[in-house]
């Protein structure tokens, strides 16, 4: 069955302090791994697509890293704003649309 | 990119009683899905609205309760019928491309009585 499993499940940093999310997904095939942030009460905003191992997406202070059984959240010297949830969400190569995802990494950024 | 408007934000509703939540993207898209979002799990995909046809449902999701529209492609409509307090959830609207990104709305706050 197609899975998703992220890690931790909350995070607690202090401003500067880096650190990395993790998402474990098992899959029959890959299409795609999404990374989403949600602050509370607004939808899912997207951040990252990866599509195969190996590949690697940055933006200000965040990159995603993707190997053949996970992927990373990278999160370098974090500020207060980057406090949020982040989800992760795969598309597996036989069912196109149907997002699969995980139960997310609560990230609080202390200043 | 897209920006999805979704209304009402929140709302608290009485048992048996139905809700319409609307959803307008400001461009015509290929997608649109209807998810719920229940505290301690995972995104829940209702159904995806197809445009000009019937909804396809999820399992454990039928019309009679969720019914779908989604007349052109750009709204889209999930109405959550003869409420329980058992639909209290956030139902959030998406859309997306071929891409496969999906862009989300602010979502629905819905509470039942």
């Known amino acids: 069955e197609d899975q998703v499993t992220q890690s931790p499940e909350a995070l607690r940093l202090q401003e500067g302090e880096s650190s990395s999310l993790n998402c474990s997904y098992t899959v029959s095939g890959l299409r795609g791994l999404f990374w989403y942030r949600q602050d509370p009460g607004k939808g899912p905003e997207f951040l990252f697509t990866?599509?195969?191992?190996?590949e690697e997406k940055e933006k200000e202070r965040l990159k995603a890293t993707l190997t053949k059984k996970e992927s990373f959240l990278h999160i370098t010297a974090p500020k207060p704003e980057d406090s949020a949830t982040y989800l992760c969400?795969?598309?597996?190569?036989?069912?196109?649309?149907?997002?699969?995802w995980g139960l997310g990494t609560s990230l609080a950024v202390n200043p | 990119s897209a920006v999805i408007s979704q209304k009402p934000s929140r709302d608290i509703c009485q048992r048996g009683t139905s809700l319409t939540i609307q959803c307008q993207v400001d461009s015509q898209v290929t997608m649109m899905f209807w998810y719920r979002q229940q505290p301690g799990q995972s995104l829940t995909l209702i159904a995806t609205a197809n445009q000009g046809s019937e909804a396809t449902y999820e399992s454990g999701f039928v019309i009679d309760k969720f019914p779908i529209s989604r007349p052109n492609l750009t709204f889209s409509t999930l109405t959550v019928s003869n409420m329980s307090p058992e639909d209290s959830s956030i139902y959030l609207c998406?859309?997306?491309?071929?891409?496969?990104?999906?862009?989300f709305g602010s979502g629905t706050q819905l509470s039942v009585l």
């Open positions: 998406s859309a997306g491309g071929l891409n496969e990104k999906l862009f």
């Open positions: 969400a795969v598309i597996n190569a036989g069912n196109n649309r149907k997002l699969i």
């Open positions: 990866l599509y195969s191992a190996g």
